[in-house]
C-alpha cells in the first residue's frame, strides 16, 4: 500500500506523489477551461475518421470520468490533509507533540469515564448473553469485546461490531457499531449504531477515506471505479499520443536545437508509461508466483521486479524507434497476461476451473482479467504492426515561432516554479489564517476552522495554480504571489495566540 502514496521512496517520495497528484487537479481544471466545448463534443463521435476519431474517444472519456477523476485527486489529496498543510493545526494548536491529539479530540470528544470503585467479589459479566444482546441491537455480529475497569462498580462490557464483508453496505459510512452494557446488571447503557443520523465534523475524514478507497458499496462500487480508472487512464493516453504525433510532425522548436531530443524522449516515456506500466504490473504478478515462499523480504523483492520492469522499459523504448517500442514491449504484456493463470497452476497446483468450481471469484477475476487484458493488448500490437508505416513520415519544417526563444523558456520555467511552490506556500498561509479568524468571527472552537480552512487550502492551491498561467505577466505573478503571502503572513502573525 505504501507505494500508492510514497513510491517506496519515503518522505520525498511522498512529496512527489503529492505533487502529482495537484498537477492532476490543474490539468483537469485547465482542460475543461481549454475545451470549451468538452460538454457539446461528448455527444460527438465519429468512427473511422482517424485522429478525428480518437480526439473524440478522448473528449468522450473525459466527460464520462471527469467527476471520478476530480473526486478521487481531491481525495487522495485531503486524505493527508493534516500532514500536506500541516500549518493550521499547528497554528491554532501549537508545536506539542500532543497538538494533533487535542485537535481530533475537539473534533470528537471522548465521553467521561467515571472512576472506578473496587467492590470485593464482584459477579463477572455473563458474556455470551451480552454478545447475542449486542447482535440483536445493532445488526452486526461481534468482533471484539472489551471489559472495561473489572471488578468495580463502574465495569462496563463494550461489544464492538464487525461490519459488512466487503463493505457491501449501501451506506457511504458504515462504521462498527458499539454497544456498552453494565457489566454488573446487564443494563444497556449506550449504543453507537453503525449508521448515525446526525454527521459531525468527526465524519468528514471518514468520507474522504471511504470515497477514496470504495470503502462502500460493495464489489459493484468497486467494478465501477476500476472501468472509470481505465477510462481516465484512456483519456490521458489518448491525449499525451496526440500532442505526439501532433509534435512529431510539425514542432515549433520550442526548446531550440534541443527540440526533436527532448520529443523524442517524451515518446518513449509515452510508451514507458504506458505499454510499460502494463508490462510492469504483469510482470509483478509473475514475480508472487515465482519467488520462493521461504525467500525473506519477499514483498520488497516483488516491488523491486516492478521498479526494474519500468526502468527496462524506459531504456528499451529510448533504445528502440518509437514504432518497435510500442509493439515489443504490447507483445510481451499480451504474452505475460496469458501466460499467468499457466504460471500459477505449475507453482501453486491451483488453476482457473478449480476457483470457478470452489467458488474463489476474487482469484478466479485476477485470472479472467489477465486474459482479457492479454487479448486486449495482442490485438492493440496487430492494429499497430498493420496500420503504423514502417517509413516514418518526414517532420515538415517549421519556423521558429517569435517569442520562443530562451527568454520565453525562461518565463515557463518561472511559471512552473511559481505554480508549484508560490501558490503552495500563499494557500498554506491563507489556510493558516483562515483558521486562525474563523473561530474569532463565527464564535467558534477552532478544531471545525482548522478543518474546513485546510480543505479550502487545497481547492484554493489549483485555483491559483491555474491564474499563474493565464496572467499575461510573469512579473505579475511573482508580485501577486509574494504580496499575498506577505499579507496573509502578517495576518498570522497577529492572530496566532502566544
Avoid at 199 to 217: C, M, N, P, S
Avoid at 402 to 408: I, T
Wanted: proline residues 5%; contains cysteine; charged residues 15%.
Amino acid at each position: 500500500m505504501s507505494f500508492h502514496y510514497t513510491l517506496h521512496g519515503g518522505m520525498a517520495g511522498y512529496w512527489l506523489v503529492g505533487w502529482i497528484t495537484a498537477c492532476m487537479l490543474l490539468a483537469l481544471v485547465s482542460g475543461v477551461v481549454v475545451h470549451k466545448r468538452i460538454f457539446k463534443d461528448f455527444f460527438t463521435f465519429r468512427p473511422g475518421k482517424g485522429q478525428r476519431s480518437w480526439l473524440d474517444a478522448h473528449n468522450l472519456s473525459a466527460v464520462l470520468t471527469l467527476p471520478f477523476l476530480f473526486m478521487i485527486g481531491y481525495t487522495g489529496l485531503t486524505f493527508f490533509y493534516s500532514s500536506y498543510l500541516p500549518w493550521p493545526v499547528r497554528a491554532a494548536y501549537g508545536d506539542a507533540e500532543d497538538a494533533y491529539a487535542r485537535y481530533e479530540h475537539e473534533l470528537a470528544p471522548a465521553q467521561p469515564v467515571a472512576g472506578a470503585v473496587l467492590v470485593a467479589g464482584a459477579r463477572l459479566p455473563d458474556l455470551p448473553v451480552l454478545l447475542a444482546r449486542a447482535h440483536a441491537v445493532s445488526g452486526q455480529p461481534p468482533a471484539q469485546v472489551i471489559i472495561q475497569a473489572p471488578g468495580t462498580v463502574h465495569s462496563v462490557v463494550e461489544v464492538e461490531g464487525r461490519k459488512l464483508l466487503g463493505n457491501a453496505d449501501r451506506h457511504l459510512l458504515s462504521e462498527s457499531s458499539r454497544v456498552i452494557f453494565d457489566a454488573a446488571s446487564g443494563a444497556l447503557l449506550q449504543q453507537h449504531v453503525p449508521h448515525p443520523e446526525q454527521r459531525g465534523a468527526a465524519q468528514v475524514h471518514q468520507t474522504i477515506e471511504a470515497l477514496h478507497k470504495a470503502d462502500f458499496g460493495g464489489w459493484a462500487v468497486k467494478w465501477l471505479y476500476f472501468i472509470s480508472g481505465l477510462l481516465g487512464t484512456a483519456m490521458i493516453a489518448i491525449g499525451t499520443l496526440l500532442f505526439s504525433l501532433k509534435r512529431r510532425k510539425r514542432s515549433e522548436h520550442e526548446f531550440g536545437a534541443a527540440t526533436a531530443g527532448i520529443y523524442r524522449c517524451v515518446e518513449a516515456f509515452n510508451v514507458a508509461s504506458l505499454a510499460g506500466v502494463a508490462l510492469a504490473s504483469i510482470a509483478y504478478l509473475h514475480g508472487n508466483r515465482l519467488l520462493p515462499l521461504e525467500m525473506s523480504d519477499r514483498s520488497a523483492w516483488e516491488i523491486r521486479i516492478f521498479l526494474a520492469a519500468c526502468a527496462a522499459s524506459v531504456v528499451h523504448a529510448l533504445w528502440r524507434p518509437p514504432r518497435l517500442a510500442w509493439i515489443e514491449q504490447l507483445w510481451l504484456a499480451a504474452a505475460l497476461c496469458l501466460a499467468l493463470p499457466l504460471v500459477n497452476l505449475a507453482t501453486t497446483g491451483q488453476g482457473l476451473l478449480m476457483y470457478l468450481q470452489q467458488g474463489a471469484w476474487q482469484q478466479a477475476g485476477v485470472e479472467l482479467v489477465a486474459l482479457a487484458f492479454g487479448l486486449m493488448l495482442a490485438r492493440m500490437a496487430v492494429m499497430l504492426q498493420r496500420r503504423w508505416p514502417r517509413a516514418q513520415e518526414a517532420a515538415r519544417p517549421a519556423k521558429p515561432v517569435a517569442g520562443q526563444g530562451a527568454a520565453h523558456r525562461w518565463q515557463v520555467t518561472s511559471r512552473v516554479l511559481a505554480a508549484s511552490v508560490g501558490t503552495y506556500v500563499f494557500s498554506a498561509l491563507t489556510a493558516t489564517a483562515l483558521a486562525l479568524l474563523l473561530p474569532a468571527l463565527l464564535k467558534v472552537g477552532a478544531a471545525i476552522p482548522v478543518l474546513s480552512s485546510s480543505l479550502l487550502g487545497f481547492v484554493l492551491m489549483v485555483a491559483v495554480a491555474v491564474g499563474v498561467f493565464s496572467a499575461r505577466s510573469v512579473g505579475r505573478v511573482w508580485l501577486g504571489l509574494v504580496g499575498g503571502s506577505a499579507l496573509m503572513g502578517l495576518l498570522v502573525a497577529v492572530l496566532r495566540p502566544g
